[in-house]
């Protein structure tokens, strides 16, 4: 009977994060039903780009600004029932974007599913390293695969739904938070139990055997958010404007371009449950190393190829970047131990800051130029990976932890 008990509480963890995991599916093709319609607001409203630029840069915003304030207050408050007050906010704001009449409706629903996000991801964060059993790198590439699967379907659904029937047809996707609702109630219970037993008990935080000046430390959290500047506003140049492009470049009808979205993200998908677990095995850093800088050379050759081969290469550099966010992450979360929370905050927040900055750059950028022009510049951004070689390598620290 005693061995059975752990044995339960592994279990019970590790449903939890396949349900976080699914709610974040849910959660994040919520999000990506945006900029997968941005074709049929586009002819809607009679949009510039620079319009659907701040469309992204609304709803990112809001999840910037609010993300690491959540993060924060969690910290010191968690809030195992918040994840569901945040899916409810996000379904009000797609019944919003369904019956939009004007452009600053539009407006309007993107900002409450920006904040819809912004309560969900620090504290289902914590919640998925609360659930981790110490595979911290495994739980986080986890809960992180869910939402990139979420982001590749939601331009999918968009397609097969949106696209041919209009703009109402977006209640359809009202039922997704409906279901995130119902499984994050279970999930709230888990984790409303979990801080009860701990009520009381002292809390301990392992060793941390890498030290360093807070000067240092700031150093080092600087360079990791260069590190997300290059990976989100290359993310954000293909999941705003990649439809755009191979319209443009290739001729593609609005269906077939979601079709090529899809693949790319698909590739995401997949690449992010890489990062996590061969994190926990060779070290972070070496991953960010391989995520960032080893997708450049494909990344600066897609603008020169057919069709046929950027979708090939976009799938190819979508696959090797995606592995960066799980692995920077918990590199951060080494950097600062206790303070899941708030680095969740602050890093999904400024990752969906960056995504909006670089809509509302880049369509201005397009809008003066071209997006073909738009896709060649941003090739050049893996180059920053470069500045990986300053980071201190937490591996040997983290093997020490494990041996004590």
């Not at 409706?105 to 919640?127: D, K, N, Q, T, Y």
């Not at 809960?143 to 659904?157: D, E, K, S, W, Y």
């Not at 999941?239 to 995401?268: D, E, H, P, R």
Request: charged share 10%; aromatic share 12%; net charge positive.
């Amino acid at each position: 009977m005693a061995a059975t008990a752990p044995h339960a509480a592994a279990s019970s963890a590790l449903a939890v994060l396949f349900a976080l995991s699914a709610s974040h599916l849910l959660n994040d093709a919520i999000q990506a039903l945006i900029p997968a319609i941005y074709p049929v607001l586009k002819k809607s409203y009679a949009l510039t780009f620079t319009q659907i630029g701040l469309i992204t840069l609304t709803f990112q915003m809001v999840g910037s600004v609010f993300q690491p304030v959540v993060g924060f207050y969690t910290d010191k408050h968690p809030k195992p029932y918040s994840l569901v007050i945040g899916m409810g906010i996000t379904l009000a704001g797609l019944i919003v974007l369904a019956f939009s009449p004007t452009y600053h409706a539009v407006i309007l629903a993107a900002g409450m599913v920006g904040l819809g996000s912004a309560i969900f991801h620090p504290e289902s964060s914590r919640m998925a390293r609360a659930a981790s059993g110490g595979r911290h790198g495994f739980a986080q590439s986890l809960f992180q695969v869910g939402g990139n699967a979420g982001t590749a379907l939601g331009p999918l659904l968009a397609a097969w739904i949106i696209v041919p029937r209009g703009q109402r047809y977006i209640l359809c996707f009202t039922l997704l938070p409906f279901v995130g609702m119902l499984v994050l109630t279970r999930v709230g219970n888990w984790y409303s139990q979990k801080l009860a037993a701990m009520h009381g008990k002292t809390i301990h935080i392992a060793p941390h055997h890498f030290s360093a000046t807070r000067g240092k430390i700031a150093f080092y959290l600087l360079i990791l958010m260069t590190l997300m500047f290059s990976k989100f506003f290359y993310l954000a140049s293909m999941t705003n404007y990649y439809t755009f492009y191979v319209i443009q470049k290739f001729g593609v009808t609005v269906t077939g371009s979601q079709m090529y979205l899809f693949l790319f993200l698909f590739a995401v998908a997949l690449g992010t449950i890489i990062g996590g677990p061969v994190g926990d095995k060779i070290g972070r850093k070496q991953v960010i190393w391989i995520s960032i800088l080893g997708m450049a050379p494909f990344a600066l050759a897609l603008p020169f190829a057919n069709l046929f081969w950027t979708a090939v290469l976009s799938m190819i550099t979508g696959f090797i970047m995606a592995s960066a966010f799980p692995a920077i992450l918990v590199y951060a979360t080494e950097l600062l131990p206790g303070k899941v929370g708030t680095i969740a905050g602050l890093f999904f927040g400024f990752a969906f800051g960056l995504a909006g900055i670089a809509s509302a750059v880049l369509g201005k950028l397009a809008d003066a130029t071209s997006i073909i022009f738009v896709v060649k510049c941003c090739s050049f951004l893996p180059l920053i990976g470069l500045l990986t070689g300053l980071l201190p390598d937490l591996k040997d620290h983290g093997q020490e932890a494990k041996g004590k």
